[in-house]
């Protein structure tokens, strides 16, 4: 359409390193994922092969301690890594940080001897990870879950549904949020569960409006028996564990959602300063130019929030209210973006011949994983005000 090419972002990275990494992601992006992205989404085909591959490479395991196989990089370089991959594709980009949550648990909570036996494996041993905390009756409300770890000797047998779960059926394995006690946030425990473990049942994936690439399905825990050695801190501890990989999460979330709308603005660009209208590109038109300057804008300060919320984490601060105020302002963006970029296309960007109304499509879901963006206004809001008054 336009002989212009899409400028890459211009990357403010902290060391030679890191700018190493992102040109070989660049590459792995160019060469093996953009090709076939637009008709495996349409297939719903999830690129199994791309993850064996980024692991390879060393991608699966960027901010974990090299000692266990990790890659050292800071949260600051990660999460622009996950950004160049989900303006690639949303299904790859998303995995990885749903890889990383489900590595997040044993890496900051596990013992030594969990990490020396597991993690090397998870973070680069080709292994696939899924998060399991929702459930059908316990999605925002995740401290009333009900799945249930009863302890028989040395073994924790566990019975319970859980929910959206993102790799549900063909993930290695799963990080498991489980009622080990009583009611409430105190009563529950984290367990490592092999993807292969008997009584662990995946239902049929759900048919989405966007992510058709990545399965998301429920899990039927039927007497699922594993080890004491597999859970993982403390009984009781593992709404803290959770609470504390959401907080990363959100921010993964966010610069996924930075590359979805990046995306579709190279997209919206290309578009415009190559269609014709009355004589002249469209993008000289200042209702148009001013949307695509509005899209650049909000791309821009989204990508901001969340590196200044990773750069706190990555100096050991709080940065929990920083992280739902990226995941609330990214994704709110990137939906905003994206609809922009398909009324900037008009009538194609309705069609399935462009990307924009795939991009659109993803970005909705944003919106809702890993905390819904009401629940990152009433997170901030805490913050701000102290808890709601009951």
Same mark, same amino acid.
């Given at each position: 359409?336009?002989?212009? #090419?899409?400028?890459?972002?211009?990357?403010?990275?902290?060391?030679?390193?890191?700018?190493?990494?992102?040109?070989?992601?660049?590459?792995?992006?160019?060469?093996?994922?953009?090709?076939?992205?637009?008709?495996? /989404?349409?297939?719903?085909?999830?690129?199994?092969?791309?993850?064996?591959?980024?692991? /390879?490479?060393?991608?699966?395991?960027?901010?974990?301690?090299?000692?266990?196989? &990790?890659?050292?990089?800071?949260? /600051?370089?990660?999460?622009?890594?996950?950004?160049?991959?989900?303006?690639?594709?949303?299904?790859?980009?998303?995995?990885?940080?749903?890889?990383?949550?489900?590595?997040?648990?044993?890496?900051?909570? &596990?013992?030594?001897?969990?990490?020396?036996?597991?993690?090397?494996?998870?973070?680069?041993?080709?292994?696939?990870?899924?998060?399991?905390?929702?459930?059908?009756?316990?999605?925002?409300? @995740?401290?009333?879950?009900?799945?249930?770890?009863?302890?028989?000797?040395?073994?924790?047998?566990?019975?319970?549904?859980?929910?959206?779960?993102?790799?549900?059926?063909?993930?290695?394995?799963?990080?498991?949020?489980?009622?080990?006690? &009583?009611?409430?946030?105190?009563?529950?425990?984290?367990?490592?569960?092999?993807?292969? @473990?008997?009584?662990?049942?995946? #239902?049929?994936?759900?048919?989405?409006?966007?992510?058709?690439?990545? $399965?998301?399905?429920?899990?039927?825990?039927?007497?699922?028996?594993?080890?004491d050695a597999r859970r993982i801190g403390e009984e009781g501890q593992?709404?803290?564990?959770?609470?504390?990989?959401?907080?990363?999460?959100?921010?993964?979330?966010?610069?996924?959602?930075? &590359?979805?709308?990046?995306?579709?603005?190279?997209?919206?660009?290309?578009?415009?300063?190559?269609?014709?209208?009355?004589?002249? $590109?469209?993008?000289?038109?200042?209702?148009?130019?001013?949307?695509?300057?509005?899209?650049?804008?909000?791309?821009?300060?989204?990508?901001?929030?969340?590196?200044?919320?990773?750069?706190?984490?990555?100096?050991?601060? $709080?940065?929990?209210?920083?992280?739902?105020?990226?995941?609330?302002?990214?994704?709110? #963006?990137?939906?905003?973006?994206?609809?922009?970029?398909?009324?900037?296309?008009?009538?194609?960007?309705?069609?399935?011949?462009?990307?924009?109304?795939?991009?659109?499509?993803? @970005?909705?879901?944003?919106?809702?994983?890993?905390?819904?963006?009401?629940?990152?206004?009433?997170?901030?809001?805490?913050?701000?005000?102290? $808890?709601?008054?009951?």
């Open positions: 359409m336009s002989d212009r #090419a899409p400028q890459l972002v211009d990357r403010q990275l902290p060391t030679e390193e890191s700018r190493d990494l992102i040109a070989l992601v660049r590459d792995i992006v160019q060469r093996e994922i953009v090709p076939g992205a637009a008709a495996e /989404e349409e297939a719903g085909r999830f690129p199994r092969e791309i993850f064996t591959l980024l692991s /390879e490479a060393g991608l699966l395991g960027l901010p974990y301690d090299s000692a266990h196989g &990790g890659g050292d990089q800071p949260y /600051e370089v990660y999460l622009q890594v996950l950004e160049e991959l989900a303006s690639a594709r949303l299904t790859i980009g998303l995995g990885v940080s749903v890889h990383s949550l489900a590595c997040h648990a044993l890496a900051g909570y &596990g013992t030594k001897e969990q990490q020396t036996a597991q993690l090397p494996a998870m973070l680069g041993g080709g292994l696939l990870g899924a998060y399991c905390l929702s459930e059908p009756a316990s999605g925002s409300d @995740a401290a009333s879950l009900r799945t249930k770890a009863v302890r028989e000797g040395d073994e924790w047998i566990i019975t319970g549904t859980k929910a959206w779960i993102t790799h549900g059926g063909i993930a290695d394995f799963y990080t498991v949020l489980a009622r080990t006690g &009583g009611d409430g946030a105190r009563g529950i425990s984290a367990f490592l569960v092999p993807g292969d @473990a008997d009584g662990l049942d995946a #239902a049929v994936p759900e048919k989405k409006m966007g992510m058709k690439g990545s $399965p998301t399905a429920q899990l039927h825990f039927d007497g699922v028996r594993v080890s593992g709404f803290a564990i959770a609470l504390s990989a959401l907080d990363s999460g959100r921010l993964g979330i966010a610069a996924c959602a930075i &590359g979805v709308a990046q995306a579709a603005l190279d997209e919206a660009v290309e578009y415009a300063t190559g269609r014709r209208q009355f004589g002249r $590109p469209i993008a000289d038109f200042q209702g148009l130019r001013f949307m695509l300057a509005d899209m650049a804008t909000q791309i821009e300060a989204g990508r901001a929030l969340y590196l200044a919320a990773a750069r706190l984490r990555d100096a050991g601060r $709080p940065f929990s209210r920083q992280a739902a105020m990226a995941k609330l302002f990214c994704t709110d #963006a990137a939906m905003r973006v994206t609809t922009d970029a398909v009324q900037v296309l008009g009538g194609y960007g309705y069609t399935a011949d462009f990307p924009v109304e795939r991009f659109m499509r993803e @970005a909705k879901v944003l919106q809702i994983v890993e905390g819904t963006n009401q629940i990152q206004r009433m997170v901030i809001a805490r913050h701000l005000a102290g $808890p709601e008054s009951h």
